[in-house]
């Protein structure tokens, strides 16, 4: 079976702090990956997506990149964080092609 | 992209059957409707999709109209681990195939004993 992790679980960070979240993806191959953004209160919001290694399609300019350096993994980083960006993290993959995605546990970041 | 509307909150008795309501009038032929929900400070579950017919799993049933502006999510035996915020979803193509997912605030489900 499939399963998705992330770490860290929580995080808290000086404001000017870079930033590296990691999701992996275990029992699958070639998979579609995604980094979602929930601010307090509100609903998900899609950051970045991945169809391949190295292929990344951002869909909010931000001050966070993506990159995909394995086939399986995925990470989120910021070279200078900001309090807005804050919130909480989720990863999600999916068969490639057009097909369900599954999330991860996430990683909640304050911004202090 | 589609837009869904669902109400803010509702609230289902303990075992009775619990109906959530989406409104998704701008629906295209070829969007399917998913339904996911996020227990407080949990990534979100995957409960169910459907592009015409209803859909019935281990979880819930989904029941899409016939013009398709709109569906229902049926929790059939509603538990108090059913209290969360539930999404109802229209899927729309990325760039290469990949699927973007577009969420709305959701429904909260309060599920009282």
């Known amino acids: 079976s499939q399963t998705i992790h992330q770490w860290p679980a929580t995080l808290v960070q000086p404001v000017g702090s870079p930033l590296s979240l990691e999701c992996t993806v275990e029992g699958t191959s070639n998979p579609n990956l995604y980094w979602y953004r929930q601010a307090a209160g509100r609903g998900l919001q899609l950051l970045f997506y991945?169809?391949?290694?190295?292929?990344i399609s951002s869909e909010v300019p931000q001050n966070l990149s993506a990159s995909r350096p394995q086939d399986r993994q995925f990470i989120l980083s910021s070279k200078k964080l900001l309090l807005s960006d804050s919130g909480f993290y989720l990863c999600?993959?999916?068969?490639?092609?057009?097909?369900?995605?599954?999330f991860g546990p996430g990683t909640r970041l304050t911004v202090l | 992209d589609a837009k869904t509307t669902q109400p803010t909150s509702m609230d289902c008795a303990e075992g009775r059957a619990a109906n959530l309501p989406c409104n998704h009038s701008?629906?295209?032929?070829?969007?399917?409707v998913y339904w996911y929900r996020q227990i407080h400070s949990q990534g979100p579950q995957y409960i169910i999709h459907g592009l015409k017919n209803n859909e019935t799993n281990e979880m819930a049933s989904l029941i899409i109209t016939e013009d398709r502006k709109s569906s229902t999510l049926i929790l059939p035996h509603a538990t108090l681990r059913d209290t969360a915020v539930y999404y109802c979803i229209v899927r729309v193509a990325g760039i290469q195939g990949a699927q973007k997912l577009v969420f709305g605030q959701g429904t909260r489900l309060t599920i009282n004993p």
């Open positions: 701008t629906i295209s032929g070829n969007e399917y």
């Open positions: 999600a993959w999916s068969r490639s092609g057009p097909d369900t995605q599954y």
């Open positions: 991945s169809v391949g290694i190295g292929q």
